[in-house]
């Protein structure tokens, strides 16, 4: 039977650099709910799957500040740690619900239900996959199955930076960190918050290229763009302010308080196709583009996940975020209802979820067909429909999510009317025949780049701005540094690309951790500024760069020069 289309799922994978920055509520346990609740789980799903024999192909990337922190041995052992704390906790509420003032035998059994799941993903992550996270999604990738996608070192917001030397600094450093763990060069990158600026003319002699264009200097193929870069019109799911099932409160990258959604001229373009991007500014009337495609979501696909009003992980039947028991901090509750208030939850069945998920997983295979098949005959076009979703839904925010993923996998990997491909591996087969100009924006609250400069966080950027400027300052200073001279320079860039991070700016739009986000870029600031200084004066600290080198212990081959002007 001859394919009418190809599917293909996008995972986007980050959380900020938190190693011994904090542990309860906000710092380095963000990276063990993450492990334990979305990555270990995704891994035994997929390692599942290719024990069963089934071909699937599946997209993944993770931030290199994310992967570093998966890689470290520190990281690691608390991770363990933390596995037996919930473990512990699990087995204190088992004896709390037999207790004669508590006794509840569902809850007890909910109880006994944790301790089991936490005990089989500490022996998956200590046995299965040797402790080893990143190499586990490595083995994957060499064997075929899935593409990681490589991104910047820090997740910063691009379309703000003020020297295209910050841009190449960090997508370089990020390229060394993806060759160094996953051993190849990649072909896809995710622009952070899938944030783009088009080429425009900084002044009436000089162009700053469009991001497109650092990507070619380093071989990438493709990226990804919001849906209404690519189709105009207004913007829509979280871009048009939509959140997660019923939670309206959540705070997350995907679920963000809506600002006033630009809205642009509808056009012809489509996310079922990809298309080289155009340089906008070149002043040739020919339509010229640097050989990278971009590839827009697909927002039906993408609404049917987290729509509030028709998203899955609202389904009455799946667990209860929010609520949480005061004992342990188990989650013990069901949706129940959409305007149902939290003490009011009905208590949670394992059996009940897992039903609905079946369904749900059978009901989004359908839709992609649906789509792939009303593409093929409006347009007689072998059509791709592209779903990204942050990595982090499943499993830690949509508890059932990584089963429903499995599943959908699963159903997709035997339907031979649709192809099942990388992302790259699309690219190949079906290369793109038209050129595309996109406009500024991202896939945050009104699609434009409201939650990373408002009044809140703007006050981030002037400091920002003058780092950038006294990096690249230092990068033509010292041409042919000593020992001593590159150590320290090496860990003044390392702390730039830290305070560079986009999640200080959201976390205090969203109000999720604000004193946190603060105090960790006012932190990083003031170790860049010391640093900095000393090189600029003359009175180096090597010992204070080894040491923070020894706290931060990311982008061991760095190189300083990357930020320097071309």
Request: hydrophobic share 40%.
């Amino acid at each position: 039977m001859t394919s009418l289309g190809a599917f293909t799922l996008v995972l986007h994978s980050h959380l900020p650099y938190v190693r011994l920055s904090g542990r309860w509520p906000h710092g380095e346990e963000w990276i063990h709910e993450a492990a334990v609740e979305t990555y270990i789980p995704l891994l035994s799903v997929l390692y599942d799957l290719t024990d069963e024999g089934v071909d699937f192909r599946l997209n993944i990337g993770f931030t290199p500040v994310l992967a570093e922190q998966l890689s470290d041995p520190l990281v690691l052992q608390h991770l363990d740690d933390y596995l037996d704390m919930r473990i512990a906790a699990a087995t204190s509420d088992i004896a709390y619900f037999e207790s004669p003032e508590s006794a509840d035998s569902h809850l007890r059994y909910l109880a006994e239900w944790y301790k089991s799941l936490y005990t089989m993903i500490k022996t998956a992550f200590n046995e299965r996959f040797e402790r080893d996270i990143i190499g586990a999604f490595r083995r994957l990738q060499d064997a075929g199955y899935i593409e990681i996608i490589a991104s910047t070192a820090t997740h910063p917001y691009l379309p703000l930076m003020a020297r295209d030397s910050t841009i190449r600094a960090q997508i370089k450093t990020g390229i060394r960190s993806y060759e160094r763990l996953f051993g190849k060069t990649p072909t896809s990158f995710w622009l952070p918050e899938c944030a783009y600026r088009p080429a425009y003319y900084a002044d009436a002699e000089h162009v700053r290229p469009g991001l497109e264009h650092f990507l070619a200097e380093q071989n990438l193929r493709l990226f990804f763009s919001e849906t209404h870069l690519i189709t105009g019109g207004q913007p829509v799911g979280v871009a048009g302010g939509d959140v997660i099932g019923p939670y309206g409160t959540v705070k997350r990258r995907y679920v963000l308080p809506m600002s006033s959604a630009a809205s642009s001229p509808e056009r012809s373009a489509t996310t079922f196709s990809a298309y080289y991007v155009a340089d906008t500014a070149t002043g040739s009337q020919a339509v010229t583009h640097s050989g990278v495609a971009v590839i827009g979501r697909n927002s039906r696909t993408g609404q049917q996940v987290w729509s509030a009003d028709w998203g899955y992980p609202g389904d009455f039947d799946y667990r209860e975020f929010h609520r949480k028991a005061g004992t342990s901090g188990m989650q013990y509750w069901r949706v129940t209802g959409k305007q149902i208030d939290l003490s009011q939850k009905d208590v949670y069945h394992p059996e009940w979820a897992a039903s609905k998920v079946d369904q749900h997983a059978e009901h989004y295979v359908h839709l992609v067909g649906d789509l792939i098949r009303e593409y093929a005959q409006k347009t007689g076009c072998h059509g791709l429909v592209a779903s990204t979703y942050d990595t982090e839904l499943f499993g830690h925010w949509w508890f059932e999510g990584v089963q429903w993923l499995g599943k959908v996998l699963r159903y997709l990997a035997t339907d031979k009317t649709i192809d099942l491909m990388t992302v790259s591996a699309y690219l190949t087969a079906h290369p793109p025949t038209e050129v595309l100009s996109l406009p500024e924006g991202s896939w945050g609250a009104g699609g434009e780049h409201f939650v990373w400069d408002n009044a809140e966080n703007h006050w981030m950027w002037q400091p920002l701005h003058e780092a950038e400027a006294r990096m690249a300052a230092l990068a033509a200073r010292f041409q042919v540094p000593d020992e001593d001279e590159r150590a320290v320079l090496n860990q003044t860039a390392r702390e730039a690309l830290l305070m560079q991070s986009s999640d200080w700016q959201f976390q205090v739009t969203t109000g999720q951790a604000r004193e946190y986000a603060i105090q960790r870029f006012n932190q990083h600031y003031e170790r860049f500024d010391k640093l900095a200084g000393g090189l600029e004066t003359g009175k180096l600290d090597p010992a204070y760069a080894n040491e923070l080198f020894e706290q931060d212990h990311l982008f061991p081959d760095i190189d300083f020069r990357w930020f320097a002007d071309e």
